[in-house]
């Protein structure tokens, strides 16, 4: 599997490379997302408040956010395949011993631990992607990411909260992440090595510094923690929400929740598959990518809003649509950022965003489980939700500029000053 510069085909052995990719972010969703569907039960077993379940549901961002960055500047670095299976196996390890652990102390170092091997995932992702995916195709390659984003959490509150109701959290813990393991199988096998230069003819490639100077790099920043601050906050508090507040048994709950992932797969796999016929028939990236992506965040946040006012029936169909147009979005979110970054920055480009995006993710649990323990209710933590998508959706209309790529600096180490063997 080599580059290609065709806009019409990916490289040869792509696809079934794209399909690991989908299942490895599916598993990564489940993993991360598995903790709140056992908060509940959880929370009753270790006699803890809804703040102390707040911090343990953001542990996981402690070091996911922090370690972005490295992640970032290893895929760059690095061979891809060797750093991702690293992280893959790290993060399912830590999912495994999960469900063995009794304590709250320890709980909170099993869930660091989980974030940092799963903070390999998107730097490799978009590091693959600028390598072997071309413009034209990468909404549709994206779009199976974002897929697989979703049916994570689907699945895990369909399939995972009914297991957890019929046979307890620890064995779904336990066996999950033991199974999981089994992935690093095929993608030893089937993930060719990358080429990695020598230290003598390697470019180097922009530093965090230089794309910190492009202002599309804050706007991208900006417009993921919005996004993420809806995304987590469905992925750590729907479960507990739809159980204590809206009063729906852990069956329903199961079906309520993974009805609204499942939505938001199957928009974004039609979504990123539009975007990109609409791209080869001539429309630019910057209309295109711009267009879904603010479209689908200013939605989730209206419908989002509207469905913790309603009640009854209504409120499904709003909490639906929500999760329907978050499709829009996330098959588009990523190509904007490749497209921006090119091969020589999109690993640092992609742990620089995903550093401040998933900020999001620590502060989200742990200010929603404040405002309850305070409120008793769940309207202003979701209201504050909404705010935060809206202000993404600006972010990408006015901070992020024209999806064009990037005019890297170029340079080489091996053209960098050298010590002096010489005598003074």
């Known amino acids: 599997m080599t580059p290609t510069s065709d806009n019409t085909k990916w490289t040869p052995g792509f696809s079934r490379v794209l399909i690991l990719l989908g299942l490895s972010i599916f598993i990564n969703y489940i993993d991360r997302s598995n903790l709140s569907i056992a908060a509940p039960l959880l929370k009753d077993e270790l006699g803890i408040s809804a703040s102390q379940l707040g911090i343990l549901l953001s542990a996981f961002f402690w070091t996911y956010s922090c370690c972005q960055l490295l992640s970032g500047w290893l895929v760059d670095r690095f061979d891809v395949k060797w750093v991702f299976a690293a992280g893959f196996f790290l993060w399912s390890s830590a999912t495994a011993v999960t469900g063995i652990v009794h304590s709250l102390a320890l709980l909170l170092v099993v869930r660091v631990v989980l974030g940092l091997g799963e903070s390999v995932a998107y730097p490799s992702y978009s590091k693959i992607m600028t390598l072997h995916c071309p413009e ?3 909404g549709f390659a994206n779009s199976v990411i974002a897929a697989g984003l979703a049916l994570g959490p689907s699945f895990g509150m369909l399939l995972g909260g ?7 959290w620890r064995p779904f813990f336990l066996g999950l992440g033991l199974i999981c393991l089994l992935w690093l199988i095929p993608w030893v096998r089937w993930m060719p090595a990358s080429n990695v230069a020598s230290p003598a ?7 965090v510094r230089e794309i910190l100077r492009q202002r ?6 900006f417009c993921l923690f919005g996004v993420n601050y809806y995304l987590y906050f469905m992925v750590t508090w729907l479960p507990f929400y739809l159980v204590r507040e809206r009063h729906y ?9 993974g009805g609204v992932f499942l939505l938001s797969a199957i928009s974004a796999g039609i979504c990123g598959w539009l975007a990109d016929r609409w791209v080869r028939s001539g429309g630019t990236p910057t209309l295109v990518r711009k267009t879904f992506v603010v479209s689908g965040v200013a939605l989730v946040g209206i419908f989002l809003a509207a469905s913790a006012v309603a009640s009854g029936n209504l409120s499904l169909l709003l909490l639906m649509l929500a999760g329907l147009s978050f499709g829009l979005s996330t098959s588009n979110f990523w190509v904007i950022t490749q497209r921006l970054a090119g091969p020589e920055a999109a690993g640092r480009w992609t742990g620089v965003q995903n550093f401040f995006g998933n900020l999001a993710g620590v502060v989200v649990p742990a200010v929603t489980g404040f405002l309850l323990d305070r409120t008793g209710h769940f309207l202003l933590p979701i209201l504050i939700v909404s705010v935060f998508l809206w202000l993404g959706a600006l972010s990408w209309i006015f901070v992020v500029g024209p999806i064009e790529p990037v005019q890297w600096r170029e340079r080489n180490t091996s053209l960098e000053p ?3 063997t010489s005598p003074a």
């Open 249 to 257: 048994s852990m069956g329903e709950m199961a079906k309520i929740g």
């Open 162 to 168: 009914s297991l957890v109701a019929l046979y307890g």
């Open 136 to 138: 034209g195709r990468r």
């Open 418 to 420: 050298q010590a002096s």
């Open 216 to 221: 599309s790099a804050w706007g991208t920043c």
């Open 201 to 207: 003819d390697r470019k180097a490639g922009p530093s």
